[in-house]
T-cell receptor, first 110, second 116 residues
Framework: GQSLEQPSEVTAVEGAIVQINCTYQ??????LSWYQQHDGGAPTFLSY??LDGLEETGRFSSFLSRSDSYGYLLLQELQMKDSASYFC???????????WGAGTKLIIKP | KAGVTQTPRYLIKTRGQQVTLSCSPI?????VSWYQQTPGQGLQFLFE???????NKGNFPGRFSGRQFSNSRSEMNVSTLELGDSALYLC???????????????FGEGSRLTVL
């Protein structure tokens, strides 16, 4: 079957850097996306990787290695408002459906 | 620009009943996709509509159905509700659709369904 694996919870300190990993097993691959969801809120798009390498958007960066079926989201200069759940999603088949990880809850301590 | 609007935000039903949820996409977006979110399970894809046509369907039973109107508004229906259908139902709109490349999805805040 097709699946994405990401840690269920990560804890970090305000001002620090944290990395959230995502490994995938899918029949095909058409790109890896990251979304952020605050408690009670809607998921919001953060970044997309279609090719290997690093994509940077402000304090957030996302990396992809297709040969390793692996990606990560890097959050720098953590702020309390970054406390949220982070989901990776892969377009993994010819129907271009998005397959989602179960989410990583990021807890930030002062 | 108004965001994605879902109604109702909260609802409580009993087993065996049916429910209809509504989603109004961002103006100009022709793709609407629906997801079920339960704690610890991430988002499960239900279906996608583009220009009134269902383009993709996830692995859900036939009790789950949907449609899209000419103004791109979409509804999903769940018949013969079961306790396990309790979840947050999210819809997302995009300009390109799931088959159109990496176009980001814009989500509504969801309809939280509780089945008793």
């Amino acid at each position: 079957g097709q699946s994405l694996e990401q840690p269920s919870e990560v804890t970090a300190v305000e001002g620090a850097i944290v990395q959230i990993n995502c490994t995938y097993q899918t029949s095909g691959f058409y790109g890896l996306s990251w979304y952020q969801q605050h408690d009670g809120g809607a998921p919001t798009f953060l970044s997309y990787n279609g090719l290997d390498g690093l994509e940077e958007t402000g304090r957030f960066s996302s990396f992809l290695s297709r040969s390793d079926s692996y990606g990560y989201l890097l959050l720098q200069e953590l702020q309390m408002k970054d406390s949220a759940s982070y989901f990776c999603a892969v377009r993994g088949d010819s129907n271009y459906q998005l397959i989602w990880g179960a989410g990583t809850k990021l807890i930030i301590k002062p | 620009k108004a965001g994605v609007t879902q109604t109702p935000r909260y609802l409580i039903k009993t087993r065996g009943q049916q429910v209809t949820l509504s989603c109004s996409p961002i103006s100009g977006h022709r793709s609407v996709s629906w997801y079920q979110q339960t704690p610890g399970q991430g988002l499960q894809f239900l279906f996608e509509y583009f220009s009134e046509t269902q383009r993709n369907k996830g692995n859900f039973p036939g009790r789950f159905s949907g449609r899209q109107f000419s103004n791109s508004r979409s509804e999903m229906n769940v018949s013969t509700l079961e306790l396990g259908d309790s979840a947050l139902y999210l819809c997302a709109s995009s300009s390109k659709g799931l088959a159109g490349g990496p176009g980001e999805l814009f989500f509504g805040e969801g309809s939280r369904l509780t089945v008793l």
